[in-house]
């Protein structure tokens, strides 16, 4: 289906729609096919929406929560595993680069079912709630990783501002696994009305393209962007279809950070068959121990 869905962008390319509209065309498209599973998790996020103590935990105008480790129940403890797992594949010595040499996932499957805490955290009800009340819907879990930067000198792809293309709204949540100064490549965002401001000025629509801090920082203060730096445990969720970013800038040392993906189902991602390549993010997810949570199985994929 992807291939239909990218002739689709293609024509409406051609017949000059905009990639705003190309990519409504798509979401349409996929909403009508799968109209039971996209009903259900409305329905569902109403539910968490009008019961849930995290319904207004991601402010909708902003795009963005920061966490610190006592934010959420759980994470300080997921951060440790998450270095110990780090540290039991030979830690920054034994790192070896992926695809994406800047940005390069070394979590597994197998972690992932040796240590299930980590799931059960990404799938804790704070998390899945405020995901949901800022989505509107009951999400997908679509990725996640431990993702090293290493110090290198280059700044292309994801080191640029851009915005991600999973769907017209997402929620990525990043955690600081370790001390992050700013010369360790920070995760950086742009709040989503700085952003809309300068979308605005730069006329840009969607996730295609990269931005050069110059054009960005033309509408908007440098002062405005926000520097996830800090110690571990220190954390955001971001509406990365909303707010502009980028990270793994990374001129000193390294940097590692726990980050998972969350978007509405069905999303509009053409997928371009890149997550099988060394250093990508895990999709496949242990799901046998959420199959009988109704919640959660949602969350997975396991009722479409
Ligand atoms: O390297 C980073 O911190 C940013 C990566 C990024 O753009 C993303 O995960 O969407
Ligand atoms: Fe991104």
Redesign the pocket.
Known sequence: MDYLDSRIIRLARMARFSPSWARRIVKFRRVACHMGAYLRRRVAARKIQGTSEWAQYIPREQGYRLLSHDSLAGSARVVEICRELFEGKGGIQSFQKGKKP??TNVLEAADLEARPELLDFILSDPVIESVTSYLGTVPRLNSLGL?V?DANESMES??LF?L?GEDFRMV?C?YNLDDVAPEN???TFLPKDVSRRVRKGLKVETDEGRIDDGDVFKYCDEEEAIRLTGPPGQGAFVD?ANCL????RARAGY?M?L?F?YSPYPNVKIDKGKFDLPGMPVRNFPVKRYAHDPLRRMVLGLDA
């Open positions: 800047f940005f993702f930067s994801s080191q851009h991600d990525k990043f490549g920070p995760f990365t970013h980028f990270g793994s940097r950070v980050m993906c």
